[in-house]
């Protein structure tokens, strides 16, 4: 019996961040320019990496702003 896995999922992360001007929209706190890393997995095998630069809330995580 041949079992497919159709489970995809995206995991976020923050390699690195440093305190940038503005507030979040939603929480008022701080931001910061994050170095970002997504990768994408499949069957929870990562086989994609993105690199990509955003600006984030550092209080609540939120995306403010994001460079693709
Ligand atoms: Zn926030």
Redesign the pocket.
């Known amino acids: 019996m041949v079992v497919f896995c159709f489970l995809v999922d995206q995991k976020r992360q923050v390699r690195r961040s440093k305190p940038a001007a503005g ?7 701080g ?1 910061s320019v994050a170095d970002m890393k997504t990768a994408t997995r499949f069957c929870y095998v990562p086989f994609y990496w993105k690199s990509w630069r955003a600006i ?7 995306i ?1 702003r994001s460079y693709r």
Do not use: K, M, Y
């Open positions: 507030i979040c929209s939603r929480c008022g706190g931001a984030i809330c550092t209080f609540c995580g939120a403010l």
